[in-house]
Every structure is written in C-alpha cells, then in structure tokens.
C-alpha cells in the first residue's frame, strides 16, 4: 500500500525509534526508555507541518515477535506525535545517505534544518 501525504509545505521525515527517540539496551524494546528531548524535536517538527513516520526494525531479524502494538502503545504513552509507524525497516550496519543524521551525535534543530530547508 502506498501512502501519499501532502508535503506542499512540509518534508516527509522518517525516524528510526531505538537510540533515537528511546534508549535501548540491546533488543528490550519493551524497557526502551523515551527521550524526552528527541520526542519533543520530532513534535516539534510535525506541529511545523513535516510529514512524521516512525520507521523501526524491531522484530527484523527475529519474526517469532511482533512488536507492532508494544511499539505504538510506547508512542502513544510518550505523546509522540506521527503520521504513520511502519515496521520492517531493513537491518544493516551502516547506512550511507546524504540525508541521513546520526541520532547519537548529529540530531539538533540547526542540523535537521541544513537538511529540509
């Protein structure tokens, strides 16, 4: 299925879950812990207008678990705000784009916004 959004005024923003809006030790995605400065960026952007999907490979490499519904109940109790949560995303161990910000060194406003202006 495809989802079109309108992005006349805004980007549409995919955001991995584990390390970048939560803190996760390993594969405990159940005691992930939410980071409450990330949560807020990425609110922040959506309340801007951008397009906000949560793109997470939880369960990826193990199919016995779907972690679907633990992770949108995690959303939904931190008050994050999204558009769309897709699950599935491929598992690797770099990834190299020119629109890609590393969530532990690089996620700030200024060096988002060098990207979507």
Sequence with gaps: MIVMYNTIM???????????IT?????DYAGAVPNHDNIAMMNQLYDDGHTIIYWT??????????????????????????HELR??????????????????????RDNINDIIC
């Design 57 to 82: 490979a939880r369960g990826t490499m193990n199919k016995q678990t779907n972690w679907y519904h633990v992770t949108r109940k995690q959303l939904d109790d931190w008050n994050v705000k999204y």
């Design 87 to 108: 699950m599935e995303k491929p598992y690797f161990d770099i990834l190299i784009d020119d629109r890609a910000l590393n969530a532990v060194k690089h996620l700030t």
């Design 23 to 27: 803190t996760t030790t390993g594969c």
């Design 10 to 20: 805004g980007k549409i923003i995919m955001v991995d879950i584990d390390n970048t």
